[in-house]
């Protein structure tokens, strides 16, 4: 339900309501903050939550669930990695959901969590890590023309094992941005990075990735 | 990155930046004034704007209904259990130091043949150590071989 608000894919992504914080140079700095009503939401769960109902936990969890399983995989490469970082994480939310602070927004907290503990996840287990972190948001398999399908797959395939390939800050960056429907400003927000650092690192991303794409390399 | 002329390698990000939408004010008058002079920079703009088609059709995947469905039932035991493995290992240790120390006040006492009591002593050391040797393994090692042979 988070995602589809986000948007799933880079398409449906052109939709994601902007943070409103006024920054030179960037857009989004309109007055109304449109992420208001989701960080209204997941006060009010955590609020809930403090004063002993655990389905305000719940709840707030049920609504990050998937976007935590994509950061998790996309850094583990193991979807049962992926999973198991995932309760980690939301165990460790549970334990310190009381000392967070209710003025600052719940995601950028939740993935430094996510992020930190996928990365242990990863250093701990030699489980293999092949796992496409990527899906289609149409399954080419429902399109009319085989060729075009196998195609989207393959292409689908490059893109995920050249992924795995880029530095984890690049790829973290990369798939928030295209896959998560992230903003700039919420990247560097999630990540504790400048604002132009999370470009140099898209961009450079990027570059890595056009040749899996059969785009043509930048000179 | 404003009020200066536009670097080709230092500002390429801000062609990212300006495919993306992100850019407003100097920064963008200023990618647009470089693009106005640069077919290369309107070239990389248009590979920029291909890259972005060719993933609009991708999202993270994301994991199956089924796995959801048995995860906070897992979860609250997963809580569980490292809540009992705590109080267990604090338990152990303590009536472990405490059977060390009276193992050995006990040997020191008896009248026994010193090798006797060293043999004595060496045996109580062995069990505290193969106990925390398990007790280690259990919470620290036997998770990293769970799935170690499966490929997926």
Not at chain 1, 26 to 43: F, I, K, N, S, T
Not at chain 1, 79 to 88: C, E, I, T
Not at chain 2, 64 to 78: K, Q
């Amino acid at each position: 339900m988070f995602l589809a608000a986000l948007g799933g894919g880079r398409a449906n992504n052109r939709a994601a309501p902007r943070v409103g914080s006024a920054s030179p140079g960037l857009p989004g700095a309109a007055a109304v903050d449109p992420w208001a009503e989701q960080r209204r939401r997941d006060r009010a769960d955590i609020e809930r939550f403090l004063a002993g109902d655990t389905d305000g936990f719940e709840q707030l969890m049920n609504r990050y669930r998937q976007p935590a399983y994509g950061i998790a995989l996309g850094l583990t490469g193991n979807h049962d990695d992926a999973m198991d970082a995932v309760q980690k994480s939301f165990l460790r939310v549970h334990r310190s959901l009381g000392r967070f602070r209710l003025e600052e927004p719940f995601f950028p907290w939740l993935y430094r969590i996510v992020r930190n503990t996928a990365l242990n996840q990863r250093r701990d287990e030699k489980r293999h890590q092949g796992d496409i972190p990527l899906e289609f948001v149409e399954r080419p398999d429902d399109a009319p023309d085989a060729l075009a399908a196998a195609e989207a797959n393959d292409l689908r395939e490059r893109l995920g094992h050249a992924l795995a390939e880029l530095p984890e800050e690049m790829r973290s960056v990369f798939l928030m941005y295209h896959f998560q429907g992230r903003k700039y400003r919420e990247i560097a927000e999630a990540m504790g990075i400048p604002l132009g650092t999370v470009m140099s690192r898209l961009h450079a991303a990027r570059q890595r990735l056009r040749p899996a794409l059969g785009l043509e390399e930048a000179p | 990155m404003s009020g200066r002329p536009f670097d080709p390698v230092q500002d390429a990000p801000l062609l990212s930046a300006y495919v993306d939408g992100e850019l407003e004010g100097e920064d963008r008058a200023r990618v647009e004034a470089h693009l106005a002079a640069s077919a290369e920079a309107r070239r990389e703009v248009e590979r920029l704007r291909a890259f972005n088609r060719a993933t609009a059709g991708l999202r993270l995947r994301e994991a199956p209904p089924e796995d959801w469905e048995a995860f906070w039932a897992s979860a609250y035991n997963r809580s569980e259990r490292s809540l009992g493995w705590v109080l267990l290992v604090v338990g152990v240790a303590v009536v472990g130091a405490w059977g060390l120390w009276q193992a050995g006040s006990a040997i020191v006492a008896a009248e026994l043949p010193l090798p006797v009591k060293l043999a004595l002593a060496a045996g109580a050391a062995g069990v505290t150590v193969l106990l925390f040797s398990v007790l280690r393994e259990r919470l620290f090692t036997r998770k990293r071989t769970r799935y170690d042979d499966i490929v997926r």
